[in-house]
T-cell receptor
């Protein structure tokens, strides 16, 4: 079992729709969680981070964390073609003190 | 905007050569990371550092080595490059264990 699991996709949504990206993690002691966006051939860039259970909103993006279920999600409202990218979930696991990435979910927003 | 720099951006080199990939950050971050990523594939952590004179191997075994003599500098060295080392190498840094990591632009290495 991978430490951070994501559905590889691709997830296809029409322009203007809500895209929902999910991530599960295995280290129950993990305390901080991140969503990165990576365009093809580019470096990952941070979209959001979340530390506490519940929702965190930033513009069109909402991160959701449920530590009991070891589940993190990212919602993108009003999806745009420019949102088409690979979305990486990252977890700062307690053991080993390392930032571990999931394999990423490919999102395609069709106009 | 993150201030973390990698050089070179692209490198094509022959088998058996020694290479060093440079990574520098001006943010004073203690934690630094090296990730390896093949096209369309996931990021794999190959080395990390908590601070000066502290380095650890990551989850993916790598023939490369790293050093951390100065806080801002975290170079990666391959003593003898092979075609199997062809990949993109990404350097990142973070302020502490709970904070986000900022990435450099990456070095795309091709060993022929």
């Amino acid at each position: 079992q991978k430490e951070v699991e994501q559905n590889s996709g691709p997830l296809s949504v029409p322009e203007g729709a809500i895209a929902s990206l999910n991530c599960t993690y295995s280290d129950r002691g993990s305390q901080s969680f991140f969503w990165y966006r990576q365009y093809s051939g580019k470096s990952p860039e941070l979209i959001m981070f979340i530390y506490s259970n519940g929702d965190k909103e930033d513009g069109r993006f909402t991160a959701q964390l449920n530590k009991a279920s070891q589940y993190v999600s990212l919602l993108i409202r009003d999806s745009q073609p420019s949102d088409s990218a690979t979305y990486l979930c990252a977890v700062n696991r307690e053991y080993g003190n390392k930032l571990v990435f999931g394999a990423g979910t490919i999102l395609r927003v069709k106009s | 905007e993150a201030d973390i720099y990698q050089t070179p951006r692209y490198l094509v080199i022959g088998t058996g050569k020694k290479i060093t990939l440079e990574c520098s950050q001006t943010m004073g971050h203690d934690k630094m990371y090296w990730y390896q990523q093949d096209p369309g594939m996931e990021l794999h952590l190959i080395h990390y550092s908590y601070g000066v004179n502290s380095t650890e191997k990551g989850d993916l075994s790598s023939e490369s080595t790293v050093s951390r003599i100065r806080t801002e500098h975290f170079p990666l060295t391959l003593e003898s490059a092979r075609p199997s080392h062809t990949s993109q190498y990404l350097c990142a840094s973070s302020e502490n264990r709970a904070s986000e990591a900022f990435f450099g632009q990456g070095t795309r290495l091709t060993v022929v």
